[in-house]
T-cell receptor
Framework: GAVVSQHPSRVICKSGTSVKIECRSLDFQATTMFWYRQFPKQSLMLMAT?????????EQGVEKDKFLINHASLTLSTLTVTSAHPEDSSFYIC????????????????FGPGTRLLVL | LAKTTQPISMDSYEGQEVNITCSHN???????ITWYQQFPSQGPRFIIQ???TKVTNEVASLFIPADRKSSTLSLPRVSLSDTAVYYC?????????????FGKGTKLSVIP
């Protein structure tokens, strides 16, 4: 199947600092990628849609000035958590769609391994 | 986006077949049904995807009735390593870069 990577896998930072998380599609190109956040024992919640060459679109309640998304190329999207605070501590996961797999004509979303962020 | 409903949890003994059913009553004509598996502190892993009838791959089968208002993921002969959360999602995967909305998923516990 398709491979999506994330870096770093985990990061610890002090409150008030900014943290950048990278999401890469390793063997395919993705004009769109998605960013999710998952708190302990909860499901994934979509934060934003990252669009190559244009602005990201954010879900309701997600602050676009706090979670900066840049989709600079067809294989890389970055999420920057600016002025991180302890309540931003979470598991951040990206996904990218790849067409033509799973035996059907549609797309399949492939997820990265996730990035664990801990803000002290 | 179609909403899905799954059992919160299931228990099974090793070696048994496990069937997890998902309801998606307002599935749209263009929606595909996709199942993912997630282990703690890992991203979801694709298991299987289908549109109608039955789909089988090397790890699972997916049964979809004619009305498509539900689907059943079948895991043959589960092992301890199949203990995970399983998510059923629906979306218009033919429309280019569709969003996925995750429900609560089903936590499967495999007992030795």
């Amino acid at each position: 199947g398709a491979v999506v990577s994330q870096h770093p896998s985990r990061v610890i930072c002090k409150s008030g600092t900014s943290v950048k998380i990278e999401c890469r599609s390793l063997d395919f190109q993705a004009t769109t990628m998605f960013w999710y956040r998952q708190f302990p024992k909860q499901s994934l919640m979509l934060m934003a849609t990252s669009n190559e060459g244009s602005k990201a679109t954010y879900e309701q309640g997600v602050e676009k000035d706090k979670f900066l998304i840049n989709h600079a190329s067809l294989t890389l999207s970055t999420l920057t958590v600016t002025s991180a605070h302890p309540e931003d501590s979470s598991f951040y996961i990206c996904s990218a769609p790849k067409a033509g797999l799973a035996g059907g004509p549609g797309e399949t979303q492939y997820f990265g391994p996730g990035t664990r962020l801990l803000v002290l | 986006l179609a909403k899905t409903t799954q059992p919160i949890s299931m228990d099974s003994y090793e070696g048994q077949e496990v069937n997890i059913t998902c309801s998606h009553n307002n599935i749209a004509t263009n929606d595909y049904i996709t199942w993912y598996q997630q282990f703690p502190s890992q991203g979801p892993r694709f298991i299987i995807q289908g549109y109608k009838t039955k789909v089988t791959n090397e790890v699972a089968s997916l049964f979809i009735p004619a009305d498509r208002k539900s689907s059943t993921l079948s895991l043959p002969r589960v092992s301890l390593s199949d203990t995970a959360v399983y998510y059923c999602l629906v979306g218009d995967s033919g429309a280019g870069s569709y969003q996925l909305t995750f429900g609560k998923g089903t936590k499967l516990s495999v007992i030795p």
